[in-house]
């Protein structure tokens, strides 16, 4: 961070006068924070990394104080970083204002590889932390075993079940599978049976895969109860509202089966549950029902939620879960991303396969193409029925797909409206979590792609840094603002 950029930073918090997820205020005017490592922890737990800024008192209105002595600071914050597991390293800029120093310390994003980075004087189930909003909270169990389970590539999909036994799996099922491995493979087609179990992990040694138990089993809830979808309808647009009759559901229902039955039981809820509205062609007499939503869009987030959930033993009592509100549909699923793709990315890139098994059997079975098309089929099919893009969170160790019923042309007067907020905003250049706060949407990556990119191409915002359009600094500032460009 350059001084002119700390300056400004001190400038947003008067302006702002609030944390941020990636900022933190201290004051240190009395001596240095003893307890930095949460904050340490979180920032480096995040994709975009933070800024901790020295000498302003939060409790006192945002004070500018100063700290009591910057060259002092600098070495006990340091000291503190060398406390981490993995070392935090970060850069520290120092200013003078008003005759007060005021001390910023830039935290990078560790590499996923290197997550999560930790206290060593708690350990790292203890000392994990990760950013909610402006404060650190630990991590879970969970959230502390997805980082391992990438790090080491653990299959949780292949764990054995030992309650399981080769004859509680369907053998006509599984048969079909085993013909479909060997069509046009000859190679494979020589094995005997027994032997394709244990090379396609049916099964590991004389027990029972998961992947198996799942896909294989006419009722796999018989070993994991939760291991099922949820599906609610209810009566407003968030959940405790209550119907004209004080009912909390207007439908409920748990949805279980191998996972293509579980597929096929889901659709057959949300359609049972979703308005139809009946076309008939002029020309033609012939007759269309019209869903609501897109049934391919639906299918495709239904089947991702399972092919792509967390299998491990930490969220075996976490069922798929979807809820019908009346202004929208959401779908979610235990385990957040997997790997190092954003949301952003999502659709544009290839990801990291949580499931590579369960994802492959299902593709034999007709289940799923396995082809990476799921979220571009989602996206092109809701632009085709002209509604609103759908939303994409990661939030906390869960993936949530919202599917909304406002039209998008009905949406384009809220989206300008927004947008003429936006730019009026960005008067004081600002950051994506910035504006998703100020808009009060909880996904980065929507806000980016139906907001801040269209009005890029207007011309009406621009970017601070516009050779790395990606950067954790990047800003968004009102182009009639170019002039002041020079103090960003």
Request: glycine share 6%.
């Amino acid at each position: 961070m350059t001084n002119e950029e700390l300056f400004e930073k001190l400038k947003y918090i008067q302006n702002a006068k609030c944390e941020t997820t990636t900022l933190e205020i201290k004051s240190a005017n009395k001596g240095c924070p003893t307890r930095l490592y949460d904050t340490l922890s979180s920032f480096s737990n995040q994709d975009d990394g933070g800024i901790i800024v020295f000498g302003v008192d939060e409790d006192d209105d945002f004070k500018e104080v100063g700290v009591y002595d910057a060259q002092d600071l600098q070495k006990k914050v340091s000291d503190q970083c060398l406390q981490m597991e993995p070392v935090v390293r970060p850069l520290i800029t120092v200013v003078e204002k008003d005759g007060k120093s005021f001390v910023s310390a830039e935290i990078p994003s560790a590499d996923i590889t290197d997550r999560p980075v930790f206290y060593q004087g708690k350990g790292r189930l203890k000392g994990s932390y990760i950013r909610v909003g402006d404060h650190d909270e630990p991590m879970t169990e969970y959230e502390v075993y997805s980082y391992e389970a990438y790090r080491k590539k653990y299959q949780d999909d292949i764990r054995i079940i030992k309650r399981a036994s080769f004859d509680s799996l369907d053998k006509v099922a599984l048969t079909d599978y085993v013909n479909s491995l060997k069509f046009n493979k000859p190679n494979l087609s020589n094995l005997s049976d027994e032997m394709i179990y244990d090379l396609m992990s049916i099964k590991r040694g004389d027990e029972i895969t998961l992947a198996s138990v799942l896909n294989f089993c006419p009722y796999p809830q018989a070993f994991f109860p939760q291991l099922c979808i949820i599906a609610t309808v209810v009566p407003g647009i968030e959940v405790g509202e209550l119907g004209i009759e004080g009912e909390r559901f207007l439908d409920n229902m748990r949805i279980e089966g191998s996972i293509p039955e579980m597929v096929d039981g889901a659709m057959k809820f949300l359609i049972k549950n979703m308005k139809t509205k009946t076309v008939v062609d002029p020309s033609t007499g012939k007759r269309d029902d019209r869903y609501e939503f897109p049934l391919i869009a639906l299918r495709e987030a239904v089947i991702n939620a399972l092919v792509h959930r967390d299998y491990s033993i930490h969220t075996e009592g976490m069922p798929v879960q979807i809820i019908m509100f009346s202004d929208r549909i959401e779908i979610k699923n235990p385990g957040g991303i997997y790997g190092r793709i954003r949301v952003d990315q999502l659709g544009k890139v290839q990801p990291d396969t949580r499931n590579p098994v369960i994802a492959t059997e299902l593709e034999l079975m007709k289940v799923t193409e396995n082809r990476y098309s799921g979220i571009p089929t989602i996206i092109k099919a809701m632009r085709e029925s002209g509604l609103m893009p759908p939303e994409f969170l990661d939030s906390r160790g869960s993936f949530i797909v919202k599917f909304y019923k406002k039209e998008a042309s009905t949406a384009v007067k809220a989206s300008e409206d927004n947008a003429n907020t936006i730019v009026e905003f960005c008067r004081t250049p600002r950051s994506r979590h910035e504006i998703a706060e100020f808009l009060g949407l909880e996904s980065v990556s929507y806000v980016v792609s139906n907001y801040v990119i269209p009005l890029i191409e207007k011309g009406e915002i621009a970017m601070t840094i516009p050779e790395k359009p990606s950067s954790s600094k990047q800003k968004y500032y009102a182009v009639d603002n170019s002039r002041d460009r020079s103090n960003i």
